[in-house]
């Protein structure tokens, strides 16, 4: 008598979970962008027409007729719709109303100063709040926990251009020891991103309290206590690692908000990047140049956003078992 053959199902290859992961997610940030793009459309003509802040108020109606047909506002809105999707998958957003200047270059000139803005004040989150989290977590309950826990409150609930001035009166005015405002060296760049990061270094290092007083209380902690290992040692070759996952999502979506928060911090400390920029082309109703900037904070939080999805996998083997 012969033994019944039992088929078992071939499991799906790991690598084409992944891959159908990074598919859906492309499709669903470009869906997201295009709402995006449209809602940036129409919404900012709403704010009225760009005519009469470019030409002086006696301008007869001739001259705002020509200098509306020039920018094209003219045309029906549809019409401008399309065209305006049309240069979208070619990054052509058209020139802008008051630099006249290809929209793309406009922004690309201001770019890297807001780039260096964020990361620099990610780099001053992260070298405050993860020590302050680990802190906290080991001194559960004591005066050291509570005292990292009143920082942390402080600093999500005040308003960070409130902290900017703050931070201008005190080391700019009183102690005149770094610049209040502008974009050059260094010392230029402490205050802004201070003051950026102060939001940022209260989330993450609450989170990483959390998430650290879980993972000190695992069983495998526990037998490394056991096996004499340091505290420290514990912390670093198992707490860290296991309690980084949610952490890393936070500081994914922490990028996005130093890059939106940008904009109050640039308009406080003078700093050229385009959170002015955007400010600026809302003033002077300068459509293409708004739309462009909306676009490019909207795509940077979904390029985020895929990034840390995606770190899920190198940081999380049961992700990549599920995908």
Request: net charge positive.
């Amino acid at each position: 008598m012969t033994a019944p053959t039992v088929s078992v199902a071939k499991p799906p290859a790991a690598g084409a979970g992944v891959l159908r992961v990074i598919v859906t997610k492309v499709l669903t940030a470009i869906v997201v962008l295009f709402f995006v793009a449209t809602a940036a459309f129409f919404l900012v003509r709403l704010s009225g027409d760009p005519v009469k802040l470019i030409l002086p108020p006696d301008a007869s109606a001739a001259q705002e007729a020509t200098l509306r047909a020039s920018l094209g506002l003219d045309r029906p809105l549809f019409t401008q719709y399309l065209d305006y999707l049309g240069g979208l998958p070619r990054l052509h957003f058209g020139n802008s109303l008051v630099y006249d200047q290809p929209v793309s270059e406009v922004l690309l000139a201001r770019v890297p100063a807001t780039l260096e803005l964020a990361a620099a004040a990610l780099v001053v989150a992260l070298v405050l709040a993860i020590p302050a989290g680990t802190f906290a977590a080991l001194r559960r309950g004591r005066a050291g926990d509570s005292g990292v826990m009143a920082g942390v409150l402080v600093g999500q609930s005040t308003p960070p251009f409130w902290v900017g001035i703050v931070l201008i009166l005190v080391f700019a005015v009183q102690l005149q020891v770094l610049p209040a405002s502008g974009y050059g060296g260094f010392t230029h760049l402490i205050l802004p991103a201070v003051t950026l990061a102060v939001y940022s270094v209260a989330v993450i290092a609450r989170l990483l309290r959390s998430s650290m007083i879980d993972v000190l209380g695992s069983d495998y902690i526990r037998t490394a206590r056991a096996k004499g290992l340091s505290t420290g040692g514990i912390v670093v070759s198992h707490g860290m690692r296991n309690a980084a996952l949610p952490v890393v999502t936070v500081i994914g979506l922490e990028v996005g908000t130093l890059l939106g928060g940008a904009i109050l911090t640039e308009q406080v400390f003078s700093w050229p990047g385009i959170g002015r920029l955007t400010v600026e082309a809302i003033q002077n109703r300068d459509f293409p140049l708004v739309q462009a900037s909306v676009l490019f904070f909207a795509a940077t939080f979904v390029v985020v956003n895929l990034l840390v999805d995606l770190s899920y996998t190198v940081l999380d083997p049961r992700v990549r078992v599920n995908s």
